[in-house]
């Protein structure tokens, strides 16, 4: 990832600023935040609501973080509640496992989300089963935060979405929030949990700005949206497709076609009423990932809503994906990566049944 700008970093200086501000002042409402900012302010409140809450992470400490969203909470509470760790994804779930039996939340840091395949032993044979290994007397509150996706112009390892490796797995909880006002609650939500979370953050939204309710959450931490309503195609996703779709249907809208834009928030459990409640509506669905197709959340999601709304639909349920191929180089992730125009080529198909 490229050094940030001088515009950048002064873009974030004032966004600390304002939160900072706001919370002194006792004046919350609704302020404009990136999302990677809004995951700062939402850790910050966190941290201040209950000392057993602590992060750890490679280089999240005074550097606060690769992408900066752990900026200036270690000037703020300190090397004990804000630690960097060594670079060893297994140790520090393990770490995070031993504190959880101790009554500590940690929050941990996946630097980058092909990094997390390190620790897949121990958050898939040990974190997912402790709670159920010792009938219900364990929790886990232990949140894994991944930024991951495409779209930043970086290499294999880098921009990767392995969302489905554990959302498959039983015993898990699996969110990733689409927007900053979602992110800064859902992080919050997501901590308060006695069950493991793993927290998928779209690298790609991290920067821009949208309306954060300070005072209002709006959605439980599992609930699914529509973010956009329609009458003729059901289009959903989640993290960073979500703001794909609603470029499409900006598009189609200009071509008479009416879409409507399901964001999921939730991977595992998964909230299918509103998403079953639009397609008995447009009787047509299609669903859009960045990860891979085979096997996948998108799978899971055609599966379940063929199954449940059989009779509404006026066509298969269609699927729109990144290719089952290792990503490529940075060169060819437009190619790789679902577009607005892949999304509407995959409308089109089911208009036309």
């Known amino acids: 990832m490229s050094a940030r700008t001088e515009e950048e970093t002064h873009v974030t200086d004032v966004a600390i600023d304002a939160v900072s501000a ?14 990677a900012k809004a995951i700062t302010a939402g850790l910050r409140e966190a941290l201040r609501a209950d000392e057993k809450v602590l992060l750890m992470g490679e280089d999240i400490g005074p550097l606060g973080g690769v992408f900066r969203v752990t900026e200036g909470l270690s000037a703020e509470f300190g090397d004990k509640r804000v630690l960097d760790t060594p670079l060893a994804e297994s140790g520090i779930v393990g770490t995070a496992i031993g504190l959880a ?3 500590y939340r940690a929050v941990i840091e996946i630097q980058f989300d092909g990094f997390i395949f ?8 040990q974190l997912a089963r402790q709670t159920v290994r010792h009938d219900g007397t364990v929790s886990m509150p232990i949140v894994i935060r991944v930024p991951y996706g495409g779209h930043i112009g970086s290499i294999e390892h880098h921009q990767e979405s392995p969302e489905a490796y554990f959302a498959h797995t039983p015993g898990l909880r699996v969110v990733s929030p689409s927007n900053p006002h979602d992110a800064y609650w859902m992080i919050q939500e997501a901590i308060q ?15 821009p700005k949208g309306p954060v309710d300070l005072d209002h959450a709006g959605l439980p931490l599992h609930a699914s949206r529509v973010m956009r309503p329609g009458t003729d195609v059901t289009v959903v996703g989640h993290g960073a ?11 189609a809208a200009n071509e008479g076609r009416s879409l409507e834009v399901v964001d999921l928030r939730s991977l595992s459990p998964i909230d299918y009423g509103p998403l079953l409640d639009s397609v008995h509506r447009t009787g047509r669905l299609v669903v859009a990932q960045e990860a891979y197709g085979n096997v996948s959340v998108g799978s899971e999601i055609a599966a379940t809503v063929a199954e449940r709304a ?8 269609l699927r729109v ?27 089109d198909r089911a208009l036309a049944y």
């Open 118 to 125: 390190p620790a897949f032993d121990q958050i898939t044979t």
């Open 310 to 317: 059989f009779y509404s639909l006026e066509a298969p349920v």
């Open 22 to 35: 706001a919370e002194t002042s006792g004046v919350r409402g609704v302020q404009t935040l990136s999302m």
């Open 101 to 103: 039996m101790r009554g």
């Open 241 to 251: 497709m979500v703001a794909t779709l609603l470029q499409a249907a900006d598009i």
């Open 321 to 347: 994906s990144g290719f089952d191929t290792p990503f490529p180089p940075a060169a060819l992730e437009t190619e790789y990566l679902p577009s607005p125009d892949r999304v509407l080529e995959a409308v």
């Open 193 to 207: 949990s006695d069950d493991p979370v793993l927290f998928f953050e779209p690298k790609s939204r991290y920067w």
